[in-house]
């Protein structure tokens, strides 16, 4: 047999063909504690750098490519991977521009730490199966979920580390910007501009549900950020004597083409609607596409808000919106998840952005 590598013993070649490498068979052909060898692996910083790189160069020679990462995650418990659950279908999160940031700031943190990252979506494939928790992680960001779902149910259930965004769990730490303020200072300077009748395009207050209703009752559901925001802009109604009756919501799926739709549907129903509402940029773009086919004059006629300052110009007009930093939220989550120190309720700042379409 002819051996290629002149750096490599016959013996040693042998060996690496016939015997499994481990941490402790490497120790032991070096001459070097167990503890030493793993830590170039798991503990870098506390080798110097020509050791590790001694001690690689060596294993990278015997064909071993690193401890094996499942052997010691079933053994110690430990993943060195978190998960982040959302609401939607996987490519959601490659598709919508403050999921991205979101992702970004999260990713980051990830790399500074070598952690790894899993997505874990509420909805999957076409038929929306219920996903499971088969992944070994070492704790959760729970992303403005659906609370009942069965898996975020499955996920407090394991008593692991947990972080929520946009919402709170007493007992979790959370990130998020104060979203009632947020809303409250939309409805009240729109009410100040003189607005009476009122639109809502929001993402559903619970799985599957659709339509449009009008805001006498409070809207219920387990989606804790829509119900937070509509809400916020149904108590601004009642303290400035705008009868509910007047003013409409309209759930739906969340993208551009279904705001459009429902614009469409609020203003058909209900031509008396001054001003549109929407719980982000993607909602609030797809009701400047609806007016603008229909030759409403945007803010004259109608009147559009935003939320999450992603689009600031929606197809030629600056949109009014609320900026949040989507990018730090995911940094902080990442550091409040492995920290796992005491329950915090981080808030972070926010900013009213009045743009032309309002």
């Not at 032991?28 to 692996?41: F, Q, V």
């Not at 929520?164 to 409805?187: G, K, R, W």
């Not at 509509?230 to 009756?245: D, K, M, T, W, Y």
Request: aromatic share 6%.
């Amino acid at each position: 047999m002819n051996i290629k590598n002149k750096n490599i013993p016959p013996d040693k070649y042998n060996k690496r063909q016939t015997a499994k490498i481990t941490i402790k068979s490497l120790a032991k052909e070096m001459g070097i504690s167990h503890t030493t060898i793993s830590n170039a692996w798991n503990n870098p910083e506390k080798l110097s750098v020509e050791l590790r790189e001694r001690i690689l160069c060596y294993a990278r020679e015997m064909g071993f490519q690193g401890p094996d990462r499942l052997a010691r995650a079933l053994r110690t418990g430990k993943s060195d991977t978190i998960g982040v659950i959302f609401n939607d279908s996987m490519s959601y999160v490659f598709i919508d521009p403050h999921d991205i940031k979101l992702m970004r700031g999260i990713a980051v943190r990830c790399e500074e730490q070598n952690i790894n990252l899993v997505l874990i979506p509420l909805q999957k494939g076409a038929a929306n199966a219920t996903p499971s928790l088969t992944t070994l992680v070492d704790g959760y960001i729970l992303n403005a979920t659906h609370n009942s779902a069965a898996i975020i149910q499955q996920t407090l259930a394991r008593h692991l580390p947990v972080v929520t965004l946009d919402f709170e769990l007493p007992e979790y730490s959370s990130v998020s910007i104060d979203n009632a303020s947020a809303m409250q200072d939309i409805t009240r300077y729109l009410l100040d501009k003189g607005h009476r009748h009122f639109g809502i395009i929001a993402f559903s207050s619970r799985p599957g549900a659709q339509g449009m209703r009008h805001l006498v009752r409070a809207v219920t559901g387990d989606n804790t950020l829509m119900l937070t925001r509509v809400n916020a802009c149904r108590s601004v109604f009642r303290e400035q004597g705008i009868p509910l009756s007047t003013c409409w919501l309209y759930e739906t799926q969340h993208d551009e083409q279904h705001g459009e739709l429902a614009a469409e549907a609020l203003l058909s129903t209900h031509p008396e609607i001054s001003a549109l509402i929407c719980l982000s940029d993607r909602f609030a773009l797809g009701a400047v596409n609806y007016c603008q086919r229909q030759h409403l004059a945007i803010p004259q006629q109608v009147a559009i808000s935003g939320f999450d300052n992603i689009i600031p110009d929606a197809n030629g007009i600056g949109l009014t919106t609320i900026a949040q930093n989507a990018e730090r939220k995911g940094e902080i989550a990442v550091e409040l998840l492995l920290n796992n120190g005491p329950v915090i309720h981080h808030v972070l700042e926010y900013q009213l952005i009045v743009r032309e379409t309002a």
